[in-house]
């Protein structure tokens, strides 16, 4: 069973910067793509940054620039870093890990930017 538990979220004021992490429960390589997705309210869910297993990155136009993913393959973590937040940034961010065309989630974790 696959368990991916996210952390790192809060409130920031804009241009602020957070940095998310996703444990996972299962090496990381075991997954084709790990990224992050964001749902802000009355929205559908996006693709914020991808990584896979080679490491190639992906990065949704809204925040190319801001943000970086990045991976430690020890820790099974992957990471979002976000800088000069802006309050349409706010969601909750959920982790996810594709494989053999399965996607898992995490819980989500709520990020919010506003002064």
């Known amino acids: 069973q696959v368990q991916l538990v996210e952390s790192g979220g809060g409130l920031v004021q804009p241009g602020g910067s957070l940095r998310l992490s996703c444990a996972a429960s299962?090496?990381?390589?075991?997954?084709?793509?790990m990224g992050w997705y964001r749902q802000a309210a009355a929205k559908e869910r996006e693709l914020v940054a991808q990584?896979?297993?080679?490491?190639?990155?992906t990065y949704a136009d809204p925040v190319k620039g801001r943000s970086t993913i990045s991976r430690d393959i020890f820790e099974k973590t992957v990471y979002l870093q976000m800088n000069s937040l802006k309050p349409e940034d706010t969601a909750v961010y959920y982790c996810?890990?594709?494989?053999?065309?399965?996607?898992?989630w995490g819980q989500g974790t709520q990020v919010t930017v506003s002064s």
């Open positions: 996810n890990a594709k494989k053999n065309g399965d996607d898992y």
């Open positions: 299962k090496t990381i390589f075991t997954f084709e793509d």
């Open positions: 990584i896979s297993n080679t490491g190639r990155t």
